[in-house]
T-cell receptor, first 112, second 115 residues
Framework: DGGITQSPKYLFRKEGQNVTLSCEQN?????MYWYRQDPGQGLRLIYY???????QKGDIAEGYSVSREKKESFPLTVTSAQKNPTAFYLC???????????FGEGSWLTVV | DAKTTQPTSMDCAEGRAANLPCNHS???????VYWYRQIHSQGPQYIIH???NNETNEMASLIITEDRKSSTLILPHATLRDTAVYYC????????????????FGQGTELSVKP
């Protein structure tokens, strides 16, 4: 099946630990994105990448880091510097920056 | 901030058409209207988008007013599985002078389809 795969679906971590969320796509899309969603809220852009080996900060990049070493992969690391990391994280991709954006199923991160 | 205004919630009877309105009075000529929906605890699902002409696909129809200041998403025969939060989003046509892929999500409309 073609699509965007996020893993894990649910993740629990202790405060102060870094955690990495995986996002893989087999759609041959150039652009990939990470969004964060808090309960009852809309989505906010964390980071995006238009092409391999390049990425830019979104609206709420503080406390997060990304890499784009391969076209199909765009992992997100939630660092201990992120003040309120508990949230629903969504990865997305598009053919390029002007085409329709498609989303993965999301990952729930709970920090205790 | 989101550039769209939608009702907070709506109900629709199963089998009837669901008409979801959206106001985007400050939309500019190079901005598309996109619709997504999100079922609880899942990723948003793309539905349809348009620039100024009405559009139809297998999921829905999009009606955009002539002045482009508002639009309506139509689900022709709503089912219980259409219960979700529906987001209307204005997105620039070209990302050259904007953050690429920046979809600004508002609160959306919570549609409840009832038997």
């Amino acid at each position: 099946d073609g699509g965007i795969t996020q893993s894990p679906k649910y993740l629990f971590r202790k405060e102060g630990q870094n955690v990495t969320l995986s996002c893989e796509q087999n759609l041959n899309h150039d652009a990939m994105y990470w969004y964060r969603q808090d309960p009852g809220q809309g989505l906010r852009l964390i980071y995006y990448s238009q092409i391999v080996n390049d990425f830019q900060k979104g609206d709420i990049a503080e406390g997060y880091s990304v890499s784009r070493e391969k076209k199909e992969s765009f992992p997100l690391t939630v660092t201990s510097a992120q003040k309120n990391p508990t949230a629903f994280y969504l990865c997305a991709s598009s053919l390029n920056r002007e085409n329709t954006i498609y989303f993965g199923e999301g990952s729930w991160l709970t920090v205790v | 901030d989101a550039k769209t205004t939608q009702p907070t919630s709506m109900d629709c009877a199963e089998g009837r058409a669901a008409n979801l309105p959206c106001n985007h009075s400050t939309i500019s000529g190079n901005e598309y209207v996109y619709w997504y929906r999100q079922i609880h605890s899942q990723g948003p699902q793309y539905i349809i988008h348009g620039l100024k002409n009405n559009e139809t696909n297998e999921m829905a129809s999009l009606i955009i007013t002539e002045d482009r200041k508002s639009s309506t998403l139509i689900l022709p025969h709503a089912t219980l599985r259409d219960t979700a939060v529906y987001y209307c989003i204005v997105r620039p046509r070209s990302m050259i002078y904007n953050q690429g892929g920046k979809l600004i999500f508002g609160q959306g409309t919570e549609l409840s389809v009832k038997p």
